[in-house]
Every structure is written in C-alpha cells, then in structure tokens.
C-alpha cells in the first residue's frame, strides 16, 4: 500500500497526487471513425492489389517443372519389384521434355507426396546429441530413437532414429539431348544446398584427426537397418563429405511440415556448355537408382526442375491471396463508405 | 471454506451443542471445566506450519489447478507426452507462487488485526487483587473492571458502577448504529459491592444462563447468591462492541468471551465473495473442457482412421510399439492432444485476473478524490477480488445515521409570530447560499454560548436583543420544553445530554439566543434569560409518544404565572390552536412548508396561560391517573389532551438532520445510472422518510409513494398487492419467474416488471417482519422492485440481512450494502459488495466490508468511475485473453489434419511455454489496467455509461460464444494461409523453407502479431505503458526468439533447443514477411469493418460519448453549482424526536439527581473529534475538491 508512516501531520494518509496513481496517465485515444477507417481500407486496397500484380509477374516469370518418375517409363518395372518387396538394385528411366528454357540457377529437387516427415513420433525418432558429433552420444543414442537405436546384435546405431533411418536414397543421373542429337550429361553441383547453420553448427561429425579417420571415429556404431553405405561413406566423391554432415543427410533431417514436400538435389553447373546460360529447352532423361520404397505409403517421387526468384519458388498463392484480399476490402470499403454515409448519416447518428 | 474445512476436520472441531451455561464468578478452575471459549478471537486462517499444506490444498481445489497437476502427470507418461514437462510447471508454479504470496500476506493483515484487539488491555480481578490483563487471557467467570470510555471487553454483567443506583451509560453505535446513550443498571445486591475489591473477590455468585446465540436485546438467565436466585435480563448486561461512557468505572462478570460474544455471533461466517463473472468464469471452465474433449475425441477419432488408412502401411518407417494397433493410438492420441490443446483451459487467466484485480484495487487506495481530508482517511479496497462487481451494481442498500446523514442536528431556521428567520439574502434580497466564508452571527455578548453553534442571520440576534416579546417567547419555550439534563463540570462549561440530537439542537439554539437551560431538580428549571438568572417552578411534564407526537411542560415562572409550554408535530399542535391565532399559522403554516421543502425536520411550538384553579383540579386527576394500575397510559393521554388545547402558536422551529457532503447529488447521479437505492434503517419511519426526501430519494415528482404500516400479515399484504396494483394494473398474481435454463431445476429469479412513473416505498419494522416471511417475501420483492426508492424503517440488522438476502436471491442482480456501523454489519457481508464509512468510531462495519471510505459521495465514484473502469478492463480482457488463447490453440487442431493427428505441435515448445507467459502477458494486463474509454469527468457527466455492467452486456455466454467464432475464423486464417503460402516454396536461394521449424516459426510469428494488432485494435486508451508494453513484448519475442536459435543455446542444451538457425534462415525473406502481413490484415480488418458498421448502425451509448469527447477535445463543462433544492411541499415532518418514549419520567422522578453529581467525564466528549464541526458545512463537488496539492 501507498501508506506512508502514520501520524505525520493531519494530511499524511493522503495519497500521491501522480498521473499513475490518478490514473491521469497522458494517452492517446483512438477511435474508429470515418475519418480514419475509410482511408485505411482504400489505402490497403490499393496496397494489396499493387502487391499482388507484383507478385504475380514474379510468379508468372518463374518456370517449374514436376517429373513424376514414381512408375513412369522403365521405372515401373522397378515400382513392381519394390511392390513385391524384393529389395534388389533396380535402376531406370524416364524421358521428359522441357519446353521453354529455364534462364539462370536452375534447382533440382526430389518430391516425395504422401510422406508424412510430421508424423510426432516420427520427428522426435532422432537425436541431436548424437549429430552434432558428442562421442558419448555416439555410441548412447537416445531413446526417442527407438527401435533404431540399436540393431539386432545391441550395436547402436549412427545415426539413429527413424528419420535417418528412412533417408531418400534414390540418386539421378540427368542428360540432355541436344538438338544435334548428342547426349550431354547435365553436371550436377550437389553441395551447399543445406542451410548454412545446418552444415556448420547443428550437424558435425566426431572429432577427427589426421591420424584418426572417420571411419574409426564411426567404430562402434553400425548404419540404420534401411541404408546400404555406412554414415562415413555416404559421398564416394568426396570424403569431406561424409559423416553426420553429408550434404544430402542433412536436408533430410530438416523434416518437412507437410506431407507433401520436395527436397533440394542439386544445382546445374553452369561453368559447362550448354547449361552456362541455364537449362536449354529440349529433350531429357534421367536414369534414377531406383531404391527409395514408396509404394506402402502410396506415395509418388518426382523429380522437380524449378526457377527460383527473390520471392522463392513458384508458389502462385500469394499473389492470387493478395489480389482477392484487395478486391475484399474494395467492396468492403465501398460499402462502409456507403453506410456512412447512409445510415450513419456521416456521422450525425452520433449525437442524440 | 470453512464449511471445508470443517469437514476435513482441520481447524475446526465441533463440539457438543452448548444448551446452558454455568458459571460461577472468581471460580476459574470450575468455569475452566466446561471448556467455554476465552476471549481470544481468531479471524485469521493459517498459522506458520499450517500455511504451507492448507493453502495448497485449498490451491488445488481449484478446478485450473488440479487441472494442471493432471496435466503434468500425463505428461510424464512417454507414450503420450507430446510436449515436454516445462511447459506446464513453468506456469503452474508461477500461478502457485503468485497466488501463495497473496494469501500470505493477506493473512498476515488478519493476524495483525487479530493481535491488536486481542492485546488490547483491561484488569481483572485475578486471586484478589487488580491485574491489568490482555483481552484474549479473560476468561469467562472473571470479574473485570472497565473505565470510562474503554471497549467493553466482553459479554459482561453488570455488577456494580461508580454511578448512583448503579446505573452506566454505554454506547451501542459498534453493535446497532445508534449513538445516543442507553442506560444499563446492576442488581441492587451486586451494586452493594461497589469498588470494594475484597468483596468483589470474595463474591461467589453462580449464573444460569442461555448458551451463546446472537441475539442482541435479549437475554435470559439466573444469578445465584447465598442461596437466593435473582433473575437476569439485558438490563443488567454489557455486550461487547458497546463502549463505557460518562461513567467513571463498573465492574462486571465475564459471561460469554471471544467467538461467543453476541457480537462475534452476530458478524456471521464471513461469506467467500466471489464475482459473477467469476461464476461465469466457471461455467465457462467448464463448458472449455467439454469443448477440449470434444476437440480431442474428433481428433482422436481422426487419428484411428489415419492409422488404420495410412500408418498400417507407414510402419514400415515408423514400426509401432509393441501391441500397438489403431485404437491404441488412438487412445493414446486423445490424451496427447489433451495436452496440447490445454491452452483453451487458461491457466495463466487465474493469475493475471488476480494480478488485474488487485492493480485496479491500488487505484482505488491511490485515488485522491476518494480520500476525505477532514478525518485523514483515504479509500481502501479491503477485498481485491470484487472490483468488477462494482461496475454491475443493480441494488444499493444503504444504512441511514452514519451514512448518509452526519447524525448532527443543527437549528436551521425558524419562524417566530409569522417572520422567518435563518436565510442569508444579500443587499439584492437574493437567497445566498451558505458556506464557510459566510459571516457567522457572534454570539460573544453570551458568555454561555455554545462555541459550536453557528447561525447566520443576524436579524434574529437583533430581534433578541432587542427584546421582542414573541422571540423572547420562543426561545424561552425552547430553554423550557425538553427533557435535556445539563451539565456543567465548571462555571460557565455547559454540556447537555440530550436523548435525541433534536433537542440537544434545539436546547443548543435558545442557549445561543440568550436563554440558557443551566440545570434542572425535579421540581425546578433554572435558565439564564438574558443574563438574568431565572428558576422556574417546574409542574407537570406531558412526556412525548409516538402517539401524541407532541410534549409540554407546564411551569410557575417567577412572577408566579403559570404557563404550558408545548412542542410537536405541526399537524398534532395545529388541531389544538386557539381559534384567535389563524392568521400566524396560515404564515407560519408558508414557512413550514418552505422549510418541509428544503428537507428541514420541522416543529412547531405554542403556549398557553393557565388558570390556577382549573390547573389544580386538573393536577388532582393527573394524580389519580398516574397511579392507576389499569390503562394507565391511556388515561394519562386523556388527561394531557384535556389540557392541551386552545394554545397559542409561537412558531416553528426548523433542525436539520446534517446530510453527509453530497449526498443528494450521489443518489440523483446513482439514480441516473439506473441503480435503485434502497434505505434500511434502524430509524422511525418519520425521520426515515423526511431524510428520503431531503436527500432525494423521495421526491414530489414521484407519482406516489406507497406507506406500508399495518399490523397483521393480511393488511402487509393487502398494502403490498394494492400498492402493486396500482403500479401496474395488468402485473398478475403469480410472480414472472425467469425461464429456467436447467432441466428441473426450479429458477427462484423473479423478472423485473414493467412499471410506468416513479413510485416510492416506505415500509415499517412491524411490517417489514411480516413482509419477510416465507410466503410474503416474492410479494414484497415484487412491489418494492417496482419502485423506484425503497425506505425500511426500523430494521433489525439481521433484517438488513434478510432484505439483501431476499434480494440477491431472486434477482439477476448485483447489490452493495454500504453503512457504518456495527449493525450494517451482517448486511455488509451478505450483499455482494459492502461497503463501510471509515474515519469514524466504529470500525465494525469497515473490517467486515470490501471498501471502505470516509464519506458516502464516494460511493459514485467508487461506481460510475472505478467500478465502471474495472468491469470494462476485466471484460476487455477476458474476451481478449480467451481469443488470443483459442486462436492459437485452433492453429493445432487444424495442423492436426496434415500431420495424420499424431499431435504434432505447430510451434515450438518454448514458443507455446513462454506465448501466454512471457509474450503475450504484459500487453493484455497493460490494458486491463489503464484502459478507459472515456475519462473520469465523462463517466461522471453520462451516468447512462453504467448501463452496460447491469445488464452484463461485455461479457456474458454469448460474447464467448461470438470469441469462439472469431477465433475460429482467426485460426484458420492462421494456419493455412502460411500452409498455402509455404508449402511449395523454396528459399530464395533454393533452400527450404517449407521445413517443419520454418513453419513453426512462421505460424507463430503470424499469430503474435495477429493477437498483438487485436489488442491494439481493442485498447481505448494508449499510455505509454501499453506502447512500451505492447511494442516491448515484440521485441522480446524476437530477441528470445534470435536467443533460442541460436548456436550458443543450442551447443549448451542441444535437446532443447533443436530449431538453431531457423529465425536467421526464415525471417530474412521477403515472402515470409508477406505471408506475415497478410495474414494480420485478414485477421483485423475484418473486425474493424465490423465495429465501424455497428457504430453506424446502432452507436452504443459509449460509442456517442467518446463521439462526444472527440468533439468537445476537452474536459465536459463543470457541473453547475447547485443550490439546495427547494421542494414545493404540501407534506411536512413530523416530530421526529426520539426514538422511544422520552426521560420525562427520570426527570420529574429525579433518580438522577438524588446524589450530587460528582465529576463525571463530558458526555459528548468525542463532538470534539472532527466528526463535529457543526460549520454549516457545504457540498463541494468532487471535482474541486482535494485537487491542490
């Protein structure tokens, strides 16, 4: 309480006379009147509608293609032999065509549908200790990695956990049929197309030396049941890039939100003819080690060639979003003004 | 609780129903035997050890509470928990905490006030010699000695006092509100033993008497001494509460100590006050719940689908547990989403409605306008639970002496032979209004005058002066007329004990103007006229009574003339006028009215000459009468009506009954904000009503007021149902009772019926008894709901409890009880709100009341500005706080149905630990607690303002259900605009961002700001405490946010902290920030469209005001200065006098003045306390006053 001592003279209960106290605060008071309202909604209106223009010629100007290989071409051989759960190497193909050239960075990414990445216990099946290269972790996955943290001998399992476990595995291989005829293989730079705090702080390998290769750091552990390489020999091309930080293991453990996600698999070269000025229209195929199982879940792969612009991917919501929210408040504007003016006879029904 | 309690059998144990009390006085080890109560008394709830487990207990009674323990349990359980254990502890301690801190130190405020009066001192008689003990160490059976003016400490008898025929004076004003003095006398046996301490301590008398119950003006009981038994009754017993007055000291034996005082009885169990919205609250809690299984048994039924459709053929990805099939998970799921969805039960809702009360209590302790200079008193908010309640007050039910008059009579005006005295006119002869500058008349030619008195006409002093006849008779009659006794402690320093404040008024006046009642024998009166000594020969005393209305004195002056000297009702004396004086009493009959008018208790006076011989024949049969055995008081009547008749009209005297500051304006501002005032007082109806109508209560206006006084149950009721016939002809027989909303249950709500003008109700305590049985108690309701005023005369205190009672229960609404005294106390605790006058004597009322402050005009602005504000803020926050809560819970429930209703959270879990904790906290309570619409001086100009709390219009069932729908709308607006935004994009670099922690991150950005623009958007009042909260708590979102993800966190604590980067990667890209807007103006403009539209179509009263204050940019104009008001009456007071018979008796008995009179302490010695600047004092508007610092 604000009681001060008593006794200190006939005024001494008497509170502060402070704005706070008094609740004289200075403030600011606004209301919603026509003066202020109707501007707002004509202002956003023409806000929303010249965002949305914008966004669609972005939009318009962003070139994507989707591949569906799942049992297309030879690859449906593969899809039935995967449907007869016989687990043997299977490798296919698939022509496709593009029509128009995609100028630029071109991306390559894998598209899984129907695959839930969001499942709960499927996101918590993994272990961040173990990533990030703690050697006690190592060799002591936790136990939200369960039943992949150890196999069948009580080994545990680098790296555990049901996502690592389930990585997408099938590899492309992607030529171009120049108009000459000739085959050219499309060179795929397939490094740095993780997050950049992804590849440097939240996966690391375990300590290594000179004198202390991977593969020895890795003794101990044994790779998840569904992998054919060991974590230390996911890259045959390049040994930097193996282990816990291996490019494509991390864009797989960045789970996706939604069932339907696609995943970065590479970028075209652009040092090499014909592919400097970005992806030449014409004719493709790609031969695909076919692994990845998809058939239980009902799921589809896909390959998909996009263009990417400041505002991302070919994404056409936003810019429809943006022109409909701008009609929305046009009409609404519209008829608030019309309301006022009305039947709030501009304001005169406010003083009774 | 304490039912509770009791039934846990923690603190309290039962015992055996008491049926007799015996006792024995200096016999501690016998009176020991049986156990009785000493006089300690307990008020708090806990002590050190028991604080710490009751009071967590009692926590986790709490519905939320326990709640949230089952909570924690099932998160604990790995199968289920879907989110981890921090958080639901974080808050649930925070809440435990809080809520611990609180009731410790209120307790501690108990304790306090416990010890004090538990330490007060007092001695008793203890092996024979006096010791000077505490108040919780005496015992029953002790003999204790009180002093003038001391508490008395306990129920005590009397048995002996230092005055003659061993008679003490007490006040009551702590147990029944009345302030004169009431006279108690000890047995003749027990007063023998006077002071004499040897024979108090050998004293053995054994007492029978009734077990401790709370009724205070009776008792039954035995005294057993040597074998003889003498019968007790309440004349011989002290209760506690009462205080010694002009008594030098008594002696008494304690009978009933501590929690069985008649007092502590009567203060009841102190009720739990809990707030309709509180009850609200609950029901809604409870709807929540249902709401929340509902929501989890849709989705859990979901999940059973999606397991038995898609997870039976994900298992090879993700294998089950063993036995695990789709019902498992599904009921493994329900459980699951229990947790995540439990954001909808609000637990940090508890909290923060407590935190907002008790801020907006502080307010009400800060509030200078609330706080009275003159007693140094500021107003306290006692309950920091209620304050919303104030802004819904339907019922006021108000005590009358203490409360809203100042109990001090002055003597205003008066009329003498025709000419009217006491009104100020300026050289213009225009009326002026009194106030402290006026130049008061000096009265320093009298060196007997009352230094107390003012008077501010100076005609009449030159009148007296100048030796008028007819003044000279007036103030004569008034030094004659009464049953006053002086006294004088020294030459010249005149005290009167008056029965009634009227006379003491009056006596005062004539004392004044020259003609000073000095002392009185039995047979004799001696006033000073004039400075001429006087004795005149006192005869006969024709003592007042309700029926008579009038009293008079028949006197020998000294020049042997034998002279009746009469007062009374103007009605009573006018029919026993002599024919002659028609023409002063169709003037004075004027001024009457004029003064009737202004509010004035008016009397008239007359005199007559009397014949020797007739008057000794008359004396004769005086006599006979007086010791007639049979009808003697009506024989009595007889002979005084015989005598008085043909007198002479004097004139007319006018008192008025001070009003506390302000109070007609109060109750005409309460009257606008459509609050019906009702008065209970303990007051004869005359007095009752003529306040009524000088506080403006009842008015001339009013198309009738209704007098209920008869004497059986079928005439109360006959009056009520004729009076309710005429207010409303076509209103039925049976009551409208209000359709129940529960299968069977019978709802006891009786609706309001319409009534067309203004009525007024005055009921009596005989009719009132009556009126409050069982079968009459819906009638009464119902005719006294109809009127606008409602006047109680004679009133019990437990029938002020009654009346609140009977009103809380069969209506809708909210009452406030507001008094002062001991007597109001029971109305106090059982009205919703009670409200006790502070800075006065008896602190009874203000402990056991919810606010206090010093004067009653407070109470509009504790209403219309405080009450108001807080209903507003707490309504302002409920809705906010549940839409910010349901909002972000519904982004789960539809995130639900992409991630196969595994229960997969859309946030972080620091996100949703800190979301109401941290995030969203500061700003919501920033507005709850200096959100006004319009200021203080607005809600005191539009009372209408008021409105909206009575008829629960901001938040009620249906503004929840229209949350639930805005929320609705919110979420999916929420969730899956970034979901179409997001799901098939990339980084502008290629990257992803369509990842689950990009998302999350999304998500919950998108709705902070959401949530954050919706509370701007509700915010009436931007101080830069809501900027500073509102833009700070963004701020700290995104600084807690960039803390969390980042690499130092997550190296530290790697589990949990799992979303490194994500802020750095996602929020640097334009499409996020888009998606961010977006979302914002689609949750926002929407609302705003739909406010401007309802401000077109059909403006609220607060829309038109802050239209209002928009327009006027400045404060409203002062309120006029009023005049008082003048009333064109044809209804006037009637002798409103004392409340029982007068002392004429004791007078000419001269029992009190057999023995001198030693020197006994002054009588009104507290008049010198502040309470008594009889200033004529003036209203000065709220406004001005105390604004100078």
Sequence with gaps: MAKKAVGLGPLSRRPDNSAFKQQRLPAWSPSLTAQTVLPIFY????????????LLITVQNTHQLKVDYTDAGTCERCFELHANNTRTVCTCSVNFYVPRPFPGDVFFYYGLRNFHQNLRRYMDSRDDAQMVGRKKNLKAPSSYCAPFHYDANGVPIAPCGAVANSMFNDSFTLMYHQANGAEVQVPLYRKGIAWYTDKNVKFRNPPTNNTFSLRQAFEGTTRPLYWQHSVYELDDTDSNNNGFINDDLIVWMREAAFPNFKKLYGVPNRAQEPFTEGLPAGNYNISIDYNFPVEPFRGRKELVISMVTWFGGQNYFLPIAYLVTSGLILVTA??????FVKFGKNGKNMEE | MGSLLSACGINVKKKKVEEERRLRANDREFNLSFKYANNAIKTSKYNVFTFLPLNLFEQFQRLANAYFVFLLILQLIPQISSLSWFTTVVPLLLVLSITLAKDLSDDITRHKNDKQVNNRKVEVLIDGELKTERWMNVQVGDIVKLENNEFVTADLLLLSSSEPLNLIYIETAELDGETNLKVKQALTLTGELCNDIQRLAAFKGEVRCEPPNNRLDKFTGTLVVGGETFALDNERILLRGCTLRNTEWCFGLVLFGGPDTKLMQNSGKSIFKRTSIDHLMNVLVLFIFGFLAFMCTILSIGNAIWEYQEGNSFIVFLPRADGANASLSAFLTFWSYVIILNTVVPISLYVSVEILRLGNSYFIDWDRKMYHVKSDT?????????????????????????????????????SINGKSYGEVVDFAGQR????????????????????????????????????????????RLLALCHTVMPEEKTQGDLFYQAQSPDEGALVTAARNFGFVFRARTPETISVVEMGIETTYELLAVLDFNNVRKRMSVIVRNPEGKLMLYCKGADTIIYERLHPSCSKVMEVTTEHLNEYAGEGLRTLALAYKDLDEDKFAEWRRRHHEASIALEDREEKLDAIYEEIEKDLILIGASAVEDKLQDGVPQTIEQLAKADIKIWVLTGDKQETAENIGYSCNMLREEMTEIFIVAANTAEEVREELVNARKKMSPESGDEPPMEKSRFLGKKSQVVEDEKVDGEYGLVINGHSLAFALQKDMQVELLRTACMCQTVICCRVTPLQKAQVVELVKKHKKAVTLAIGDGANDVSMIKTAHIG???????????????????????????????HGRWSYLRMCTFLRYFFYKNFTFTFVHFWYAFFCGFSAQTVYDEWYITLYNLVYTALPVLGISLFDQDVNDRWSFQYPQLYAPGQMNQYFSKMAFAKILLHSCYSSLILFFVPWAAMWDTVRDDGKDIADYQSFALLAQTCLLIAVSVQLGLDTYYWTAVNHFFLWGSLSVYFAVTFTMYSNGMYLIFTSSFPFIGTARNSLNQPNVWL??????????????????????????????????????????????????????????SGYAFSHARGYGDLVTSGRFLRIPVKSRPALFSKNESPVADSTPQTYISIFEETQNP
Aim: with cysteine.
């Design chain 2, 835 to 865: 409200v006790g006058i502070s800075g006065q004597e008896g602190m009874q009322a203000v402990l056991s009341s919810d606010f206090s402050f010093a004067q009653f005009r407070y109470l509009q602005r504790l209403l219309l500005v």
């Design chain 2, 378 to 414: 500021p107003a306290q908010a006692r309950t920091t639970t209620l304050n919303e309640e104030l802004g819904q007050i339907k019922y006021i039910f108000s005590d009358k002496t203490g409360t809203l008059t100042q109990n001090i009579m002055t003597f205003n005006r008066c």
């Design chain 2, 432 to 475: 002026v209004e009194v106030t402290e500058k006026t130049e008061k008349v000096d009265f320093s030619w009298n060196l007997l005058a009352d230094p107390k008195f003012f008077f501010h006409d100076h005609k009449l002093v030159e009148a007296v002066k100048l030796g008028s006849p007819e003044v000279h008779a007036f103030f």
């Design chain 1, 334 to 339: 519209v008829v608030l003004t019309t309301v």
């Design chain 2, 1075 to 1132: 998606t961010i807007f977006l979302t914002t103006i689609l949750c926002v403009l929407p609302v705003v469209a739909k406010r401007f539209l309802f401000i077109q179509f059909k403006p609220t009263i607060n829309d038109k005001v802050r239209h209002k204050v928009k327009q006027a940019k400045a404060e409203p104009p002062p309120p006029p200065q009023r005049f008082p008001r003048r009333r064109i009456s044809t209804r006037r």
């Design chain 1, 43 to 54: 202002i956003l209106a023409v806000v929303c509608l010249l965002l949305g223009i914008w």
